[in-house]
């Protein structure tokens, strides 16, 4: 009796190995990295070669502009002139009341020899846009009266030709001293009626009297007909 035979086994096909085939997923990760990095540098460069928006933006001039009638757009396109600078051109016109020539722009804070060399090309002042120098009429005022005031009559008038006793003379009479007018006379008689003067020195007494004052009315004044000047 013959034994049954074994049944050949199938073996699985071999898979191919080797360095090569196990290498290939990195090849392929580095080709992705350095296709990213391809992608972003050109896109770099892209930008950069774009040009920026003030450069696109600027209209080239083709013409002059009036100084005094441009719009702060207008200005935008000169040369140099940005937001802040156009805007200071603005502020000078207002508060000058109009350039009256293209010079006057070099009164903008911000705009020296250099920059104002670049831009005055682009420049002009119409006869039409000069401010006009309108003169101003001024009522006369009345002319001061050429009468001095009392306080200046006192302090001019000549002194007395002799002493004056001021426990005995009228208002009128002591308004003949240096420094003396209406008022201050009135003072005196009224200080001298509550109390007679015993001495010039008393005369501080009196409001409106103080030391310069007395100095000046000592080398004309008494305060008796037995006293001299020299009380």
Do not use: H
Not at 64 to 88: C, F, M, R, W, Y
Not at 127 to 147: D, E, L, M, Q
Not at 160 to 171: E, K, L, Q
């Amino acid at each position: 009796m013959e034994l049954p035979r074994p049944r050949p086994t199938v073996s699985a096909p071999d898979r191919p190995s080797g360095p090569g085939i196990a290498a290939r997923p990195v090849q392929w990760a580095i080709a992705f990295v350095v296709g990213i990095l391809a992608a972003l540098v050109g896109g770099r460069v892209f930008r950069a070669a774009e040009p920026r928006p003030t450069d696109r933006d600027r209209v080239v001039i083709v013409s002059t502009i009036d100084l005094n009638q441009a719009a702060k757009t207008e200005l935008l396109q000169l040369p140099g002139v940005g937001e802040s600078l156009a805007d200071a051109i603005l502020a000078a016109r207002d508060r000058l009341g109009g350039f009256r020539s293209v010079d006057d722009l070099r009164q903008v804070k911000g705009i020296g020899p250099a920059r104002f060399e670049t831009i005055r090309p682009f420049l002009r002042i119409d006869s039409t846009s000069v401010p006009i120098s309108v003169p101003i009429y001024v009522a006369n005022k009345p002319a001061p009266s050429s009468s001095p005031k009392p306080a200046t009559i006192a302090a001019r008038k000549a002194p007395p030709a002799s002493p004056i006793d001021v426990n005995r003379a009228t208002a009128e009479e002591l308004q003949q001293l240096p420094g003396v007018g209406p008022v201050l006379s009135q003072r005196i008689v009224a200080a001298r009626e509550k109390a007679p003067f015993k001495s010039v020195d008393e005369l501080r007494r009196v409001s409106g009297i103080g030391a310069k004052t007395l100095e000046k009315l000592r080398p004309v004044v008494t305060v008796g007909a037995a006293d001299d000047t020299s009380q």
